[in-house]
């Protein structure tokens, strides 16, 4: 097994590879606008320091979110195309999901990223491997009674300490820890999803309002 994994759904451009029993290599970069830029020559650079090439992978793990529009999309359709491309599965692998995995933080608590707008994308766990809510998008004041007391992790947790007082590092997923996790999943037998999209709302580009169409006469 060789398991290639990125995720581009926080401002974390990052990749890995797993042989199935261990990361190999890894790159992580934070740059929240560069994503498309960062993302091959990361791929291109841990292929090279594990000393391998594209044909000796045998799956390709992605971040499915939930995170902004643009970036996300960047990982997923990169992924797709490697699946196509090497003729190898693409399995989907939640965004909070790997934050939850590479937490050193015992007991429930909660995965929050930062989604912009003044909101967070989060989740419930009961341990690093078990999410117990779906992903949410939320305003932190109104969903502060549903993590009171609850430990916190992720960037959306730090930029607010009112609604998560005890927030922890990690503050953006891995590659490394996505794809730990799904080799331990694959491993044990699990099937895990398709690569689709978690945006949980619009994206932040719209169509300007009374849009004048040209079409040609």
Known sequence: MLLLALDTATPAVTVALHDGTAVVAASSQVDARRHGELLLPAVDRILAEAGTG????????VGTGPGPYTGLRVGLMTADTFGLALGVPVHGV????????????????VVATDARRKEVYWARYSDSRTRVTEPSVDRPADIADQVAGLPAVGAGALLYPDTFPSAHAPEHVSAAALASLAAERLAAGVELPAPRPLYLRRP???????YK???PK
């Open 54 to 61: 594209f044909d000796a992978v045998t799956g390709v793990v």
């Open 94 to 109: 939640c965004t909070l999901d790997g934050l939850a995995y590479a937490a050193n933080v015992e007991g429930p608590f």
């Open 204 to 210: 932040d580009a719209q169509v300007p309002k009374n």
């Open 213 to 215: 169409v040209v079409t």
